[in-house]
């Protein structure tokens, strides 16, 4: 039932539950300036408190403007009663994957296992245990800069993600990479291009963008083209041939430590095929490494971010000097 109440009854421990949106917030204060809180905030009974759930902009621009009494709703006498109906509404409150991964993980601390959790919610076990892996996955330091509205969650789960998965990039990777572009206000597309460079590019955009130059290195992005238009067949070959190259190399880098590998049978073979690689990485380098001179002669109005440096000698880039 809808009442009024007094701001300072609302118990706000669960604020860094949920997404701030600057942007949206800003927009919201003039509306509520104009027109007050139309839509009641929503929380649990805790005694004779209140828990706030869901309406914390809200709260935070009836602050603003001095607002002392709020309208709200109760979704449950208890928290665990309150969150079950808060995320059976998700739809409708529009919580993101991370905001449902903490809250379920809020029901198991409140003693409910991921069976009763999933029966509760009508939704599978594995829809349940996907959002508790999630917090598993992402790291304290980064759950809050999402959170917090400085790091966009999709480009996490739709770019950063797939790096850890396919590309062998460690927790700790992520969160420097979270950590050297967030608050930037970058488009998810000038993330994309960043987390290229940066989990697939030389360590010297590596360390350009940990050393705060990602506009350079965007700038410098921007004038290179992102495709083969233009090219020939046999360069668009090629240049296929070059990116599966770089995959397959930093895949290999990262299996070959496996304490996996056991077997005889596999350490014979292996030990022929390495051979034969070995045999070849000279001239392997040395084709290469022409080939770069070459596109780097060839390029006209491209030129390269500061503190770039040219591989030499073992073909790892030098640190930029910004």
Same mark, same amino acid.
């Given at each position: 039932?809808?009442?009024?109440?007094?701001?300072?009854?609302?118990?706000?421990?669960?604020? /860094?539950?949920?997404?701030?949106?600057?942007?949206?917030?800003?927009?919201?204060?003039?509306?509520?300036?104009?027109?007050?809180?139309?839509?009641?905030?929503?929380?649990?009974?805790?005694?004779?408190?209140?828990?706030?759930?869901?309406?914390?902009?809200?709260?935070?621009?009836?602050?603003?403007?001095?607002?002392?009494?709020?309208?709200?709703?109760?979704?449950?006498?208890?928290?665990?009663?309150?969150?079950?109906?808060?995320?059976?509404?998700?739809?409708?409150?529009?919580?993101?994957?991370?905001?449902?991964?903490?809250?379920?993980?809020?029901?198991?601390?409140?003693?409910?296992?991921?069976?009763?959790?999933?029966?509760?919610?009508?939704?599978?076990?594995?829809?349940?245990?996907?959002?508790?892996?999630?917090?598993?996955?992402?790291?304290?330091?980064?759950?809050?800069?999402?959170?917090?509205?400085?790091?966009?969650?999709?480009?996490?789960?739709?770019?950063?993600?797939?790096?850890?998965?396919?590309?062998?990039?460690?927790?700790?990777?992520?969160?420097?990479?979270?950590?050297?572009?967030?608050?930037?206000?970058?488009?998810?597309?000038?993330?994309?291009?960043?987390?290229?460079?940066?989990?697939?590019?030389?360590?010297?955009?590596?360390?350009?963008?940990? /050393?705060?130059?990602?506009?350079?290195?965007?700038?410098?992005?921007?004038?290179?083209?992102?495709?083969?238009?233009?090219?020939?067949?046999?360069?668009?070959?090629?240049?296929?041939?070059?990116?599966?190259?770089?995959?397959?190399?930093?895949?290999?880098?990262?299996?070959?430590?496996?304490?996996?590998?056991?077997?005889?049978?596999?350490?014979?073979?292996?030990?022929?095929?390495?051979?034969?690689?070995?045999?070849?990485?000279?001239?392997?380098?040395?084709?290469?490494?022409?080939?770069?001179?070459?596109?780097?002669?060839?390029?006209?109005?491209?030129?390269?971010?500061?503190?770039?440096?040219?591989?030499?000698?073992?073909?790892?880039?030098?640190?930029?000097?910004?």
């Amino acid at each position: 039932m809808r009442e009024e109440i007094e701001l300072a009854e609302l118990d706000v421990r669960y604020e /860094n539950y949920r997404m701030k949106n600057p942007a949206f917030e800003k927009r919201l204060l003039a509306s509520i300036a104009q027109r007050g809180i139309e839509q009641a905030l929503e929380g649990a009974a805790a005694g004779e408190g209140k828990i706030l759930l869901n309406g914390f902009k809200r709260r935070r621009c009836a602050l603003h403007l001095g607002i002392r009494r709020v309208p709200y709703v109760s979704l449950g006498e208890d928290q665990a009663g309150a969150i079950l109906n808060l995320l059976r509404l998700c739809n409708q409150s529009a919580l993101s994957l991370l905001e449902q991964a903490r809250f379920i993980d809020q029901l198991r601390q409140l003693k409910m296992s991921v069976a009763d959790i999933a029966e509760q919610l009508s939704r599978s076990k594995s829809w349940v245990s996907m959002r508790l892996g999630l917090l598993e996955e992402i790291s304290p330091r980064v759950q809050e800069e999402i959170l917090a509205g400085r790091f966009p969650v999709y480009p996490y789960m739709y770019i950063l993600r797939p790096f850890m998965r396919l590309n062998r990039a460690s927790q700790q990777e992520v969160e420097e990479f979270v950590l050297a572009v967030s608050g930037q206000r970058l488009s998810v597309r000038e993330i994309e291009q960043l987390a290229y460079g940066y989990f697939r590019g030389p360590r010297s955009l590596r360390e350009m963008i940990q /050393n705060g130059h990602a506009g350079e290195v965007l700038a410098w992005m921007r004038q290179v083209p992102q495709d083969a238009e233009g090219c020939s067949e046999w360069e668009r070959i090629l240049l296929r041939d070059l990116e599966l190259v770089q995959k397959y190399m930093q895949r290999v880098m990262g299996k070959s430590l496996s304490p996996k590998l056991q077997s005889p049978a596999f350490f014979a073979q292996a030990h022929l095929v390495t051979a034969g690689l070995l045999s070849r990485h000279r001239a392997f380098f040395h084709s290469v490494r022409g080939l770069h001179d070459r596109s780097g002669q060839a390029q006209s109005g491209v030129s390269a971010p500061p503190g770039w440096h040219e591989p030499r000698g073992d073909y790892s880039p030098s640190p930029p000097q910004p």
